[in-house]
Nanobody
Framework: QVQLVESGGGLVQPGGSLKLSCAAS????????MAWYRQAPGEQRELVAS???????NYADSAKDRFTISRDNAKNTVYLQMNSLKPEDTAVYYC???????????????WGQGTQVTVSS
């Protein structure tokens, strides 16, 4: 079984920074795309940023120029550096990854449990 565990969330003041981490563990042959999503109260879950195995990156308009997604394949980990945080960034942030458990497997979709980010004075 593959498990994704997020960390790094918390309370931060507007204009501050946080760095989220998501580590994959379990039976893993390789990881394809990795992404961060978020869901605010009363809102739909939305894609924040994604990064492919080839390091192609996409950002939501709200994240562009403020957030940076990166990955460390040796650690099976994806990061989200968040700068210039705004109250509207407050949400539960979820990690997603496409994971192959064995060489002959197709990639499956896996989600973390989420980590709360609160931006408030």
């Amino acid at each position: 079984q593959v498990q994704l565990v997020e960390s790094g969330g918390g309370l931060v003041q507007p204009g501050g920074s946080l760095k989220l981490s998501c580590a994959a563990s379990g039976r893993i042959f390789g990881i394809d795309d990795m992404a961060w999503y978020r869901q605010a109260p009363g809102e739909q879950r939305e894609l924040v940023a994604s990064i492919t195995s080839g390091l192609s990156i996409n950002y939501a308009d709200s994240a562009k120029d403020r957030f940076t997604i990166s990955r460390d394949n040796a650690k099976n980990t994806v990061y989200l550096q968040m700068n210039s945080l705004k109250p509207e960034d407050t949400a539960v942030y979820y990690c997603h990854a496409g994971v192959r458990r064995r060489r002959w497997d197709v990639a499956g979709d896996y989600w973390g449990q989420g980590t709360q980010v609160t931006v408030s004075s």
